[in-house]
């Protein structure tokens, strides 16, 4: 597995890593037991993925548990990147809450630190801007708790180019984790070029499009209770129907690749800058394995104007969130 840099940081990490978001209770039904998707952590360490991900909101705080159980006897060999910034009842009916006051952020900290049985958090994101704190504020305690040694690197979640730049001020921002993939592509108008300009990495998640670019949601998919697709826009039947032309033509631009729609839909991502890296999530040692072959997938020059032109063919349809939670992002 090649390795990349995120920004003009030091933090090296596999080019594609993993979301372990699905892994464990919180967001829908998992797809096998507890130890079953600690075999496939550990199996996806073996074959070259360092880069996982989780957040103190998914379960909540049962995910964070479920990856430092899961990676401990590799903790040497992994990054491990986590999240604050939601009240610990954060999905109480269903409405989830923001807090990013400094002694909120030091206390979920600490828990965070025992969940994943670590000494220090190699990545600790932001997961949404909370607008009734100073972001100038967040990134101060953050940076009290590098000083500490309880954290490596400071990254950003959904936030906007100027709270980005602002925090950066501050502390030197490692990477912004936003969603980006064939099928959303805002972050091209303002964040990339901030990244960039200012040197901070890129973790895309949901670059499957949530399963819906690799082909495993259609129109017929029934979302079992819980799954939190079933609230998006997007995944309306009425959606998915229409949003299954675009699905289809980067199948067929796949096969003359002898690749997957999926494997294509990371390889572009891996091909629009040297400092981006992917999270998939995945409950199947295949699916790893289709991902990481992505990383070696070489699209041109051509292929690259091929699929942009595929896209622009296809006009979305559905919000990628309800209305509540899209308010959350790029502030």
Known sequence: MQKRK????????????????????????????????????????????????????????????????????????????TKFGFSGNAHDKGSPGLDSRPEQIKESVEGSLKRLRVDTIDLLYQHRVDP???????????????????????????????TIRRAHTVLPVTALQSEYSLWWKRPEEEIL???????????PYSPLGRGFLAGSVTEETEFPEGDNRSTYPRFSIEARKANRALVDLIAEFARGKNATGAQI???????????????????????????????????????????????????????????????????
């Open 193 to 203: 070029p901030t990244l960039e300009e200012l040197g901070i990495g890129f973790v």
């Open 6 to 81: 995120l920004g003009r940081s030091n933090l090296e990490v596999s080019a594609i890593g993993h979301g372990c978001m699905r892994m464990s209770a919180g967001h829908g039904p998992v797809a096998g037991t507890k130890q079953e998707m600690i075999a496939v952590m550990r199996g996806a360490v073996e074959r070259g993925i360092t880069f996982f991900d989780t957040a103190q909101v998914y379960g909540p705080y049962v995910n964070e548990e479920f990856v430092g159980e899961g990676l401990a006897p590799v903790r040497d060999q992994v990054v491990i990147a």
């Open 132 to 162: 009734e704190v100073p972001i100038e504020d967040v990134a101060g305690s953050v940076n009290d708790l590098i000083q500490e040694g309880k954290v490596k690197f400071f990254g950003m979640s959904e936030a906007g180019a100027k």
């Open 265 to 331: 839909a990371l390889a572009w991502l891996l091909a629009q800058k040297p400092w981006i890296v992917p999270i998939p999530g995945t409950t199947k040692l295949a699916r790893v394995e289709e991902n990481i072959a992505a990383a070696s997938l070489e699209l041109t020059a051509e292929d690259l104007r091929e699929i942009d032109r595929l896209i622009a063919s296809v006009e979305v349809q559905g919000g990628r969130y309800p209305e509540e939670l899209e308010r959350m992002t790029y502030r």
